[in-house]
Every structure is written in structure tokens, then in C-alpha cells.
């Protein structure tokens, strides 16, 4: 079945800096989420790419749909000690509905 | 309410029960998703309801798992004979209809702790 590679696992950083974080897939997605999990919540979505080559911004927030439609990559610049919480990449293939998810990324920011 | 509510939040079961995981999705909403998130682990799928169609059981990892919706409203996700491998947080999402560009919400979770 599809997989996901999400990279990295987890990352400790200063308030104010930028954080990047990627995903890779072994079969190509026609669409890429990206979700943000806060402890005893479900997972919300904080953007959606629908085609390759996409760069989509949502605030501090950048995700990119990479051109070969194998990867996808999400940026947080100045971050803020609100953004700890788990982030996991999601993709689908063709019309399918169900969701590929990546282990997600463990972001805590240090104020 | 106005969005996709669980219950319980919590449950602790002892190996050999059975379980029963309620999903109220959001009014309206067509499609219901279950999903298991187990410890530092991505989301699994494991259901999905769309309409009155035959739903989608292809991620239910044994016969000892099954789920039940009634129309487009509530559903229930039941575990029989629970194994310990089955701690872990089951969330139910809701969408408009079953096109991938709608997206998903989810509800808090159910932790369930098998003893």
C-alpha cells in the first residue's frame, strides 16, 4: 500500500525561528494536507494542495505540493509557542477518498 | 452541536470485552470516516460511510472489528473481545460529501486503554 515518509520526527526550537518539515510518498498523491494535532484533539487541517507545483500560504504557514506530486514539504516562519502540537502530512491518489498519513512531526517551541 | 463529537473520551476495558465508540459527525454531513492512531503513529483508516452505499471496510484490521451507521447520522464503531494491541485513540471525521477536496473534520478522539 502507499506509504509516507514524514521527516523529521521531532523538533526543538527557539520562539521566532522557522521550521521546515517534509514528506515524501513511494506512489504519486493528486492531493497533499497538511494537519495539525493538539494534545486530546483530533487533527485539523491547516492546508490543502490540489496540484503539483501548488504553493499554498496560510499565514506564517507555506506548504508546497512538489512538482514530481512524491512529496510535499510544510513551512512555519516566527514561530510561536502556540504552534506546539503534532503536524502530519496526509495524501490521497486519484478519486480516492481515503487518506494517507505520515507519523507526523513533533514540533515544541521554546519562548 | 457544531462539530464532530465522541464518546467516551475515555475507556478502559480489561482484555476479552467488548467496546462500543460512538461518532455524532456534523448535521448534514454525508461521509464518516473512523480512524485508530495508535502512540506516535500516523492515522490508520479503518472505515467510511457515505451515504445509504455499502461502506468501505477495506482497513478494518480483523473480524473482531465492526461499525454501524444509520443513514447519515450517528455511528458506532464496536471491538469484540478487545486484545491490549488495541489501546489506542479512534477518531471519527465527518465531510459534506466524498469528493478528497472537502475536508475532513475530526472529533476529539476516543482513548481506549485495554488491560
Known amino acids: 500500500g502507499q506509504q509516507l515518509n514524514q521527516s523529521p520526527q521531532s523538533m526543538f526550537i527557539q520562539e521566532g525561528e522557522d521550521v521546515s518539515m517534509n514528506c515524501t510518498s513511494s506512489?504519486?498523491?493528486?492531493?497533499w494536507l497538511w494537519y495539525k494535532q493538539d494534545p486530546g484533539e483530533g487533527p485539523v487541517l491547516l492546508i490543502a494542495l490540489y496540484k503539483a507545483g501548488e504553493l499554498t500560504s496560510n499565514g506564517r504557514l507555506t506548504a508546497q505540493f512538489g512538482i514530481t506530486r512524491k512529496d510535499s514539504f510544510l513551512n512555519i516562519s516566527a514561530s510561536i509557542p502556540s504552534d506546539v502540537g503534532i503536524y502530519f502530512c496526509?495524501?490521497?491518489?486519484?478519486?480516492?477518498?481515503?487518506?494517507?498519513f505520515g507519523k507526523g512531526t513533533l514540533l515544541t517551541v521554546n519562548p | 452541536g457544531a462539530g464532530v463529537s465522541q464518546s467516551p473520551s475515555n475507556k478502559v476495558t480489561e482484555k476479552g470485552k467488548d467496546v462500543e465508540l460512538r461518532c455524532d459527525p456534523i448535521?448534514?454531513?454525508?461521509?464518516l470516516y473512523w480512524y485508530r492512531q495508535r502512540l506516535g503513529q500516523g492515522l490508520e483508516f479503518l472505515i467510511y460511510f457515505q451515504g445509504n452505499s455499502a461502506p468501505d471496510k477495506s482497513g478494518l484490521p480483523s473480524d473482531r472489528f465492526s461499525a454501524e451507521r444509520t443513514g447519515e447520522s450517528v455511528s458506532t464503531l464496536t471491538i469484540q473481545r478487545t486484545q491490549q494491541e488495541d489501546s489506542a485513540v479512534y477518531l471519527c471525521?465527518?465531510?459534506?460529501?466524498?469528493?478528497?477536496?472537502?475536508?475532513?473534520?475530526f472529533g476529539p478522539g476516543t482513548r481506549l486503554t485495554v488491560l
Open positions: 471525521a465527518s465531510t459534506m460529501t466524498r469528493r478528497t477536496s472537502d475536508t475532513q473534520y
Open positions: 496526509a495524501g490521497s491518489g486519484g478519486s480516492n477518498y481515503k487518506l494517507t
Open positions: 506512489s504519486i498523491f493528486n492531493t
Open positions: 448535521s448534514g454531513h454525508t461521509a
